[in-house]
């Protein structure tokens, strides 16, 4: 059984770090590519970054040169590295899985349940 399960959320200032992890089991976590969407209320959700198997990275615009997106396959572990972080960053963060490269679209198969970020002016 597929999971995915993300920490690190939490409430920051604007222009601070945050670094979010999705914990990976029940599949080869190697042969997915991997992204983060996030949600914020009243707006659909949108890809953040994504990272495929060969290490090729996507990011949405807004986050260039802000994100970064990482993963380990030796931990099974995905990460987002976030700074320089504004008040329009405040999101549910979630990670997806899927052993197609989707990029930034939405099609992933499996989804984490979510960490909050919110950072305040």
């Known amino acids: 059984q597929v999971q995915l399960v993300e920490s690190g959320g939490g409430s920051v200032q604007s222009g601070g770090s945050l670094r979010l992890s999705c914990s990976a089991s029940g599949y080869t976590f190697s042969s997915y590519t991997m992204a983060w969407f996030r949600q914020a209320p009243g707006k659909e959700r949108e890809g953040v970054a994504a990272?495929?198997?060969?290490?090729?990275?996507y990011y949405a615009d807004s986050v260039k040169g802000r994100f970064t997106i990482s993963r380990d396959n030796g931990k099974n572990t995905l990460y987002l590295q976030m700074n320089s972080l504004k008040p329009e960053d405040t999101a549910m963060y979630s990670c997806?899985?899927?052993?197609?490269?989707?990029?930034?679209?939405?099609?992933?198969?499996?989804w984490g349940q979510g960490t909050q970020v919110t950072v305040s002016s």
């Open positions: 990272i495929n198997t060969y290490s090729h990275t």
């Open positions: 997806a899985a899927d052993p197609v490269d989707y990029g930034l679209w939405r099609p992933y198969t499996y």
